[in-house]
């Protein structure tokens, strides 16, 4: 009877999410509602309709999840949340539900950030070995992130503007694909090539830093001069010439990192870690060190999900790490 059952539920963005973890390694259930088809209207997420869409799903969700696992709410050990960053109104309604349930059953609160999920959503697929690199890649986050133990993030790189995938839905924008764009400009670079010149923003020598706006305005200042000249640009060649320029910068950092801080694992996370061409990329590159196993999560888990935020919340139980009931919800939390 000494399994433990981590309850973790996940509202941060557009993704309503709840999911049940065995021995903080083994899935026993994943749901997953998105929104993704109400926003795609809007082009992007608006953050009010998505509270009301995580109040209107959150109950069912949770009690299917519950229902997928076959347990009782008395048999968990604890109920993990995202508590930030992300959405205000989004957070709090994953955060309350957490707390209720946390109340009613007289069980452990476990705080999780956002992007510590995203990095456990890797013990999922194997057992971590420190010291090890992530690289986390999302729609708000760009970040190498240095580990020498389990709850230790180092952060010793970040974008210095748009997030990786905050890029790829803009440019997707710029091509008229449906929002979220990074799948959809992924597909077209695998059905294009690379032939436009854009830039790499590798920054000051050694620096780990990212910088992805000024590709952004040169992917729409190609589009618009391209436009004036009367000339056709065949968007799957733009589509793999920003793909391109965005996964070298990643992978050259990524194995220098890896490299300088001497690290056994580098692990891949966050939505553009479901791209093609980084993950093919990263893939070849780890390929020839020696010594230094690459991880990759399945798609399902690259993408906002409750499975990696119990994930996380199990070793966090492990660590003693608890929020009391008058945990708030902080849309700008640190890691
Ligand atoms: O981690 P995530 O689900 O949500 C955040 O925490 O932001 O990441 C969503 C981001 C979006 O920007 C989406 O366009 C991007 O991940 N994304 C991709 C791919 N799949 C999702 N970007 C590039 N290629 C993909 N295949
Ligand atoms: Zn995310």
């Given at each position: ?5 981590i309850l ?12 049940v973890i065995?021995?903080g ?5 994943n749901?997953v509602?998105s929104?993704i088809d109400t926003?795609k ?5 608006v953050?009010?309709i ?6 209107e799903q959150?109950?069912m969700?949770i009690?299917e999840a ?5 347990i009782?709410?008395?048999?968990l050990s604890?109920v993990?949340?995202t508590?930030?960053p ?5 957070l709090l309604?994953?955060v309350?539900?957490?707390?209720s349930i946390?109340f009613?059953?007289?069980?452990p609160l476990?705080p999780?950030?956002h992007?510590?999920g995203h990095i456990?959503?890797?013990r999922?697929?194997t ?8 690289l ?19 952060v010793?790189?970040e974008t210095r503007?748009?997030a990786?995938?905050?890029?790829y839905?803009?440019?997707?924008r710029?091509?008229?694909c449906?929002y979220?764009?990074g799948?959809?400009?992924d597909?077209m670079?695998s059905e294009g ?7 790499r923003?590798?920054?000051e020598?050694g ?7 000024g590709?952004k305005?040169?992917?729409i200042?190609?589009?618009h ?5 009367g000339e056709t ?5 733009l589509a793999a ?5 965005v ?5 050259e950092?990524t194995?220098?990192a890896?490299k300088?801080y001497?690290v056994k ?6 939505g553009?870690a479901?791209n093609?061409?980084l ?9 020839e060190l020696?010594?230094?196993e690459l ?6 888990l690259c993408?906002?999900n409750a ?6 919340g199990?070793?966090f139980?492990?660590?003693g ?5 008058t945990?708030n919800?902080n849309?700008?939390?640190d890691?």
């Amino acid at each position: 009877m000494n399994e433990q059952y981590i309850l973790g539920i996940e509202t941060s963005c557009d993704e309503t999410a709840a999911a049940v973890i065995k021995n903080g390694k083994e899935i026993v259930s994943n749901v997953v509602a998105s929104q993704i088809d109400t926003h795609k209207r809007f082009g992007g997420v608006v953050p009010e309709i998505a509270s009301r869409h995580h109040v209107e799903q959150i109950t069912m969700v949770i009690e299917e999840a519950m229902n997928n696992a076959g347990i009782e709410f008395s048999r968990l050990s604890g109920v993990a949340v995202t508590a930030g960053p992300g959405l205000v109104g989004a957070l709090l309604i994953g955060v309350e539900a957490a707390k209720s349930i946390a109340f009613a059953h007289s069980l452990p609160l476990i705080p999780v950030h956002h992007i510590a999920g995203h990095i456990y959503a890797n013990r999922l697929v194997t057992e971590l070995q420190f010291p090890l690199l992530s690289l986390v890649v999302s729609g708000g986050h760009t970040e190498l992130i240095y580990m020498k133990e389990h709850g230790h993030f180092e952060v010793i790189g970040e974008t210095r503007d748009d997030a990786a995938g905050e890029a790829y839905d803009k440019v997707a924008r710029v091509l008229h694909c449906p929002y979220p764009g990074g799948p959809h400009i992924d597909r077209m670079a695998s059905e294009g090539e690379a032939t436009i010149n854009l830039p790499r923003a590798w920054l000051e020598e050694g620096s780990y830093d990212f910088s992805f706006s000024g590709l952004k305005s040169a992917v729409i200042n190609t589009v618009h001069n391209a436009k004036q000249r009367g000339e056709t640009i065949k968007p799957e060649n733009l589509a793999a010439s920003f793909q391109e320029s965005v996964v070298e910068v990643l992978v050259e950092k990524t194995i220098r990192a890896a490299k300088e801080y001497n690290v056994k694992q580098i692990l891949l996370a966050g939505g553009v870690a479901a791209n093609n061409g980084l993950r093919t990329a990263l893939r070849k590159a780890v390929a020839e060190l020696e010594n230094i196993e690459l991880i990759i999560p399945p798609l399902k888990l690259c993408t906002d999900n409750a499975a990696m935020i119990a994930a996380a919340g199990s070793v966090f139980y492990e660590k003693g790490i608890r929020a009391d009931l008058t945990l708030n919800a902080n849309p700008g939390l640190d890691l």
